[in-house]
């Protein structure tokens, strides 16, 4: 007779809470990192922003590091992590509030990471 094992997540509730953690740090570097040059380019700012900017362009790619899992993985599920952080940031920084559009985007995005990153796996 033969019999599938059973999937477990591999992934401890403190890891799950840690991983979502470290994404929304990580967003929030390579938004700083990208929206410092917009201040310059877009709104005439300082071009000492572009440092900054720099720096925290190679946070961002630091902190994608990481993560234990593989780093195609860890991109993928990243993307849905960064666009609920980018529409906080749009709500916070530019004073624009999403839409429920908005809203259910980030929720299916969120799902999606979580389909990658907590994925089970058969023991």
């Given at each position: 007779m033969c019999t599938s094992p059973t999937p477990t997540i591999d992934m401890p509730t403190e890891d799950a809470l840690k991983t979502l953690?470290?994404?929304i740090a990580t967003a929030l570097a390579e938004i700083i990192g990208c929206y410092l040059p917009y201040l310059w380019?877009?709104?005439?700012?300082s071009i000492w922003l572009l440092i900054p900017a720099?720096?925290?362009?190679a946070l961002?790619?630091?902190?994608?590091?990481?993560?234990?899992t593989a780093a195609g993985r860890v991109y993928a599920a990243y993307g849905g992590v960064y666009i609920g952080v980018a529409l906080a940031w749009l709500w916070a920084v530019?004073?624009?509030?999403?839409?429920?559009w908005d809203f259910a985007g980030v929720a299916v995005a969120l799902c999606g990471m979580g389909l990658i990153m907590f994925q089970p796996s058969a023991r």
């Open positions: 953690l470290l994404f380019i877009k709104q005439g700012r720099a720096l925290s362009l961002f790619a630091w902190l994608l590091t990481l993560h234990a530019d004073q624009i509030r999403p839409t429920p």
